[in-house]
């Protein structure tokens, strides 16, 4: 274990770590300069953690959210072991306000919840959940390896793909999604070129998909996102792989901001758009895109490069962090119980039932 917490020794996949009774986030914020990891408390400071971008990814904030629900659980036991149920209300909102378009985050929490309401009035209810999460963490991380195998399958050799945002080890249980499919394919000689986008502002692309690709050898070129459309028009991509924070009833994907601007130009070029989710990330009460909660995060992240102020003084600005691919634009959902090809609501709700 101590090795996990050498700098020199972490992998993507150490991202969350429950240790000797503890959880640990490797910083996100701080990749790919330094390797450091933040100890949470509480399930406040778990929230917190969410929200500052300490961990990010969909699946990575439901794990995250359910270690949380242990230690608001473990917290209130310990102050009054008789009431502990009524005791974390205002612990467990605060996960739920963290952040709104990961649906992974409520799905969690409700999974946690529906345990806690099995459990004895009496009795410390820490161990049960704490296996609980565990359980959720290793589901993540095995669906990751099935859509990975899934994914690759409908790759055919000598292709190119392009990837935004981070949807890999860091942003999941481990493994990644997307980049769970782009290494799956990697490994199995088909792709002779992976490409990221840099994805403006938080630069998940340039900082984690890059860092975490060539950790394991995968050779990745960064680009600016406004590229994308460039690099297809010369026959340099096959499929834009991408995963996603919250899937509508009807197919339609919420994904990071410029996904939708991807699929676009994918359409025009006659490209493929895979999308990989668990059915964690699916929200079949949701009939489309058109409801999903998108967030909107502070201008100043759009005003800024790193810490550096670039933007004119006083100008407005637009900063919604995740925008609605329609169902029409994306040729496969791949999630760890089946393919879905060409989605609308017929096949998402037969692939839910299964
Ligand atoms: O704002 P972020 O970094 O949490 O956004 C992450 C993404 O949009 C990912 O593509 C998505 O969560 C899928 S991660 C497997």
């Given at each position: 274990?101590?090795?996990?917490?050498?700098?020199?020794?972490?992998?993507?996949?150490?991202?969350?770590?429950?240790?000797?009774?503890?959880?640990?986030?490797?910083?996100?914020?701080?990749?790919?300069?330094?390797?450091?990891?933040?100890?949470?408390?509480?399930?406040?400071?778990?929230?917190?953690?969410?929200?500052?971008?300490?961990?990010?990814?969909?699946?990575?904030?439901?794990?995250?959210?359910?270690?949380?629900?242990?230690?608001?659980?473990?917290?209130?036991?310990?102050?009054?072991?008789?009431?502990?149920?009524?005791?974390?209300?205002?612990?467990?909102?605060?996960?739920?306000?963290?952040?709104?378009?990961?649906?992974?985050?409520?799905?969690?929490?409700?999974?946690?919840?529906?345990?806690?309401?099995?459990?004895?009035?009496?009795?410390?209810?820490?161990?049960?959940?704490?296996?609980?999460?565990?359980?959720?963490?290793?589901?993540?991380?095995?669906?990751?390896?099935?859509?990975?195998?899934?994914?690759?399958?409908?790759?055919?050799?000598?292709?190119?793909?392009?990837?935004?945002?981070?949807?890999?080890?860091?942003?999941?249980?481990?493994?990644?999604?997307?980049?769970?499919?782009?290494?799956?394919?990697?490994?199995?000689?088909?792709?002779?070129?992976?490409?990221?986008?840099?994805?403006?502002?938080?630069?998940?692309?340039?900082?984690?998909?890059?860092?975490?690709?060539?950790?394991?050898?995968?050779?990745?070129?960064?680009?600016?996102?406004?590229?994308?459309?460039?690099?297809?028009?010369?026959?340099?991509?096959?499929?834009?792989?991408?995963?996603?924070?919250?899937?509508?009833?009807?197919?339609d994907?919420?994904?990071?901001?410029?996904?939708?601007?991807?699929?676009?130009?994918?359409?025009?070029?006659?490209?493929?758009?895979?999308?990989?989710?668990?059915?964690?990330?699916?929200?079949?009460?949701?009939?489309?895109g058109?409801?999903?909660?998108?967030?909107?995060?502070?201008?100043?992240?759009?005003?800024?490069?790193?810490?550096?102020?670039?933007?004119?003084?006083?100008?407005?600005?637009?900063?919604?962090?995740?925008?609605?691919t329609p169902a029409g634009m994306?040729?496969?959902?791949?999630?760890?119980?089946?393919?879905?090809?060409?989605?609308?609501?017929?096949?998402?709700?037969?692939?839910?039932?299964?």
């Open positions: 274990m101590q090795s996990r917490f050498d700098p020199d020794q972490v992998t993507a996949d150490d991202a969350i770590v429950w240790h000797e009774g503890k959880l640990f986030l490797l910083d996100q914020r701080a990749l790919p300069k330094q390797v450091t990891f933040v100890e949470l408390k509480s399930a406040t400071e778990t929230a917190g953690a969410i929200a500052e971008m300490v961990v990010r990814g969909a699946p990575a904030i439901g794990v995250t959210a359910a270690y949380g629900m242990v230690l608001a659980a473990r917290a209130a036991y310990q102050s009054d072991a008789g009431q502990w149920r009524s005791r974390i209300g205002a612990e467990v909102d605060a996960l739920r306000r963290s952040r709104p378009t990961a649906v992974n985050l409520f799905w969690a929490i409700e999974r946690m919840e529906r345990l806690m309401e099995t459990l004895p009035d009496e009795g410390d209810p820490t161990e049960p959940l704490l296996a609980e999460a565990k359980t959720i963490h290793e589901e993540d991380i095995a669906a990751n390896r099935t859509m990975g195998d899934l994914g690759a399958e409908l790759i055919a050799s000598g292709s190119k793909v392009i990837t935004h945002c981070n949807a890999g080890a860091l942003a999941t249980g481990g493994y990644g999604t997307a980049l769970g499919v782009i290494r799956s394919a990697f490994a199995a000689g088909k792709l002779t070129r992976v490409y990221a986008d840099e994805t403006r502002p938080w630069l998940q692309g340039a900082r984690l998909t890059a860092w975490e690709l060539l950790q394991d050898g995968v050779p990745v070129t960064l680009l600016a996102d406004g590229a994308a459309a460039s690099l297809m028009r010369q026959g340099e991509v096959d499929w834009v792989v991408v995963g996603s924070d919250r899937i509508a009833a009807n197919g994907v919420a994904n990071k901001i410029g996904t939708y601007h991807l699929a676009v130009a994918a359409k025009h070029h006659q490209l493929k758009v895979m999308v990989v989710a668990p059915t964690s990330t699916i929200d079949m009460s949701l009939p489309s058109a409801e999903i909660p998108i967030e909107v995060r502070d201008g100043a992240e759009i005003e800024s490069c790193g810490k550096q102020r670039v933007a004119a003084a006083g100008v407005k600005v637009w900063n919604p962090v995740f925008d609605v994306v040729d496969a959902i791949v999630t760890e119980k089946g393919v879905v090809l060409a989605p609308n609501e017929e096949k998402m709700r037969k692939l839910m039932i299964n």
